[in-house]
């Protein structure tokens, strides 16, 4: 008896298992085409995440990338060391590049997959802003980044010489030239990720820690994850040529407002287009001598406007655009072409003094208009007026109480000396002088 119940049991297990449909496979792409940095290191980090929570068979990345920072790029190393499923670095489509940290990506990948038509390498350090480095610092970050290299290359079983190679020498290698290397640098060509997967399926991979695993990706879902609007708009900024217009917008609006005081829109636009670009410039590292020279180009324009010359103006407006290619010139493999500085600079410099101008020539120019605009005008005296007593005079057409330390009898002409609340103040004006102040 027991052991036909045994035998209905298996059987019975047997059938749900075939009525059960077998788990597609999953495979998590992510596409980034950009400058690594922080919000690039956090997207590409949160794709491995939820393709562990997902349990994911493979996770492919997409590569385009001119370069980044270092310390971005082992953030998003150790994670993908760490990944519960093996992680692809494919460089692609044709005609992309991953030069720099992407290099290093690609080299630390479970599987390293290039595109016809692309290329990797030139992963020699530089400054965050471009600069060039003293032999001594060049050649320890050199070395330091060299080391790196290696070791992620010998721990994939990649070409540690050409590792090293592309830091130290700056060395860039086609498809063609990473794969047929001995050993290669990459594992092997294809032209999208469909071929990926096909490519993959029943492979077995070695693990950053030795294990072997093999992947099963025949008849798999893709399923892509695409940057949070928060991380788009954050990467957006962080490019060389948006921070640099936010800044000379941020500029522009500060100066509309400062010397239009009250208009506001101009002063909140402006002081959010600075706060976003401080936000893009603390990321992407900035040269410092060139934010000085801005600075400097700015303190001229301020000059020219107390000491008109034209040559503080020139001298102010080309030390902004020196100020401005230094500042963002080949920030982490991006440069701002000049097409963007100089017209940016032009625009703020003229701005600048335009409406630096106009607001100087409005505060020298006497004052028209309320009680201030009452001092030194000439009117008649309706009135006679005594030291003892007040009457009435005629200014601008309107009748006003006056008073007058000396005698000015009914129908002479009178100027304005002070405004004592509704009372002026006033004194006899000579005919001949009324006539030519009335005449101006």
Do not use: C
């Not at 530089?126 to 290359?153: C, P």
């Not at 402006?270 to 060139?290: C, D, E, K, P, W």
Request: a neutral charge; proline letters at 5%; hydrophobic letters at 50%.
């Amino acid at each position: 008896m027991r052991r036909v119940l045994l035998a209905a049991l298996v059987l019975t297990g047997a059938l749900l298992a075939a009525q059960t449909p077998a788990r597609r496979p999953l495979a998590i792409v992510a596409e980034f085409d950009g400058i690594i940095h922080p919000v690039s290191a956090e997207y590409l980090t949160s794709v491995i995440d939820q393709s562990d929570a997902a349990g994911a068979d493979v996770v492919i990345i997409v590569l385009r990338t001119p370069g980044g920072l270092l310390e971005s790029t082992r953030d998003i190393v150790s994670r993908m060391i760490r990944s519960r499923a093996p992680v692809v670095v494919f460089v692609g489509p044709a005609g992309g590049r991953a030069a720099s940290a992407g290099f290093i990506l690609t080299l630390a990948a479970d599987v390293a997959v290039m595109a016809p038509g692309t290329h990797i390498g030139a992963a020699h350090p530089v400054s965050g802003n471009g600069q060039a480095m003293d032999a001594v610092t060049s050649q320890k970050a050199a070395a330091d980044a060299a080391a790196y290299a290696r070791s992620l290359a010998e721990a994939r079983g990649r070409n540690v010489m050409l590792a090293a190679e592309a830091v130290q020498e700056s060395r860039a290698f086609t498809e063609m030239e990473a794969l047929e290397a001995s050993p290669p640098l990459i594992d092997f060509t294809a032209a999208d990720v469909n071929e990926i997967l096909r490519t993959l399926d029943g492979r077995s991979i070695k693990r950053f820690d030795g294990r072997s695993t093999i992947v099963r990706t025949e008849g798999a879902e893709t399923r892509r994850l695409d940057m949070t609007r928060r991380q788009q708009f954050l990467s957006a900024i962080a490019n060389p040529e948006i921070a640099y217009l936010l800044m000379t917008l941020g500029m522009i609006g500060l100066t509309v407002e400062l010397w239009n005081p009250g208009a506001v829109l101009p002063g909140v636009a402006g002081a959010l287009s600075l706060l976003l670009a401080f936000f893009a410039l603390q990321v992407l590292s900035i040269n410092t001598t060139g934010v000085l020279l801005v600075l400097l180009g700015i303190g001229l324009l301020v000059l020219e406007l107390k000491l008109p010359s034209g040559v503080l103006g020139i001298g102010g407006t080309i030390a902004l655009v020196i100020g401005s290619i230094m500042m963002t010139g080949n920030v982490l493999g991006v440069s701002v072409g000049l097409g963007v500085i100089i017209p940016a600079a032009l625009a703020f410099a003229i701005i600048f003094l335009f409406l630096g101008r106009l607001a100087l020539t409005a505060y020298r120019h006497p004052p028209v208009t309320g009680k201030e605009g009452l001092v030194g005008i000439a009117g008649q005296a309706r009135d006679p007026l005594t030291p003892d007593t007040t009457g009435y005079v005629f200014v601008r057409g309107e009748l006003w109480r006056a008073s007058s330390r000396s005698p000015v009898p009914a129908g002479a002409p009178i100027r304005v000396l002070q405004v004592h609340g509704l009372t002026l103040d006033v004194e006899p004006l000579p005919a001949s002088t009324s006539h030519g102040d009335s005449a101006s």
